[in-house]
């Protein structure tokens, strides 16, 4: 029987994950598919159905997205290390009917990180207090950081902030706070609102390093900025790409076919350039 993988969301019909995904699955010769399973926030009994009905449909793993990674973690059994720590899953196993949750978020936005700068001892902003963010300050602190959170809603930032030991910031002092790394970790900037940026070139340091999560589109208008201002940028499709590798690893335990995997992402982004 077919087992079926897929990504859990709301939206979720711009993933990139299924060409991925699909790609690695045929490369390794797998019996299985990857699918798109769009949840909508409209009824919250929905999430909850879906984890309860996993056996039934042959489900036996699944990518989360925004924005489920906090609140899929009322329906685990269990939970790696990581995931508690980080008080987010990216990543599920349905394994001898328990549902195993992982973050994988982590190590994707760092392996994204040093492709293009040292990270360790810099100094970094990062925006936005949802779970990914909780991911990548976490995997910045390990790596000897100074981070930094900007949220919209302070109180949000300074929970977040007094929960891993580090600093929030006003708005008003980040233009000459001098941040080396830059990471935003909201929607702000995503389809449709794509002139939106929480920051200006003003605001970004010359030679520093911008990512996005953000990968529709991939050039966001932060992006944007931050060239205008001379900095380093990453856009969101190398995180995504490295922590899609870290779940094929989590599920089937082998390595993933990374160049398989980079191929298909960058044909379906030319499919929609």
């Known amino acids: 029987m077919t087992k079926i993988y897929g990504i859990v969301g709301h ?31 409209g009824n919250p009994e929905d999430l909850a159905n879906f984890c309860y009905e996993t056996d039934l449909k042959g489900i036996a793993g699944f990518s989360v997205t925004m924005p489920y990674k906090e609140a899929i973690m009322d329906y685990m059994d269990n939970l790696d290390v ?18 195993n949750g992982y973050n994988t978020d982590v190590t994707g936005a760092i392996k994204a990180l040093q492709e293009k700068a040292k990270i360790k001892g810099k100094k970094a902003l990062v925006l936005g207090a949802g779970g990914v963010a909780r991911a990548i300050i976490y995997g910045l602190r390990e790596f000897g950081v100074e981070v930094h959170i900007f949220n919209r809603t302070v ?20 233009k000459d706070a001098g941040f080396d790394i830059i990471v ?17 070139a003003d605001q970004i340091k010359k030679g520093s390093v911008v990512m ?27 995180m995504l790409l490295h922590q899609a590798a870290d779940q094929f690893v989590i599920w089937f335990n082998r390595p993933a076919p990374y160049e398989a995997m980079e191929k298909a992402l960058y044909e379906e982004l030319a499919k929609r350039a």
């Open 212 to 238: 996005d999560i953000i990968t529709h589109p991939i050039q966001t208008q932060l992006l944007k900025e931050a060239k205008k201002a001379d900095a380093e940028t990453i856009s969101g499709e190398r």
């Open 184 to 200: 935003n970790a909201t929607p702000v900037g995503m389809f449709p609102n794509t002139d939106e940026s929480l920051l200006k």
């Open 11 to 41: 939206p979720v019909g711009h993933s990139l994950s299924p060409a991925m995904h699909n790609a690695a699955l045929k490369a390794e010769g797998i019996d299985a598919e990857y699918r798109l399973f769009d949840i909508d926030q």
């Open 82 to 99: 990581l995931a508690k720590e980080v008080s987010s899953v990216n990543t599920v196993k349905n394994e001898d009917f328990n549902l």
């Open 155 to 174: 109180q949000k930032a300074k929970a977040l902030a007094k929960q891993f030991d580090v600093e929030t910031i006003e708005f008003r002092k980040i």
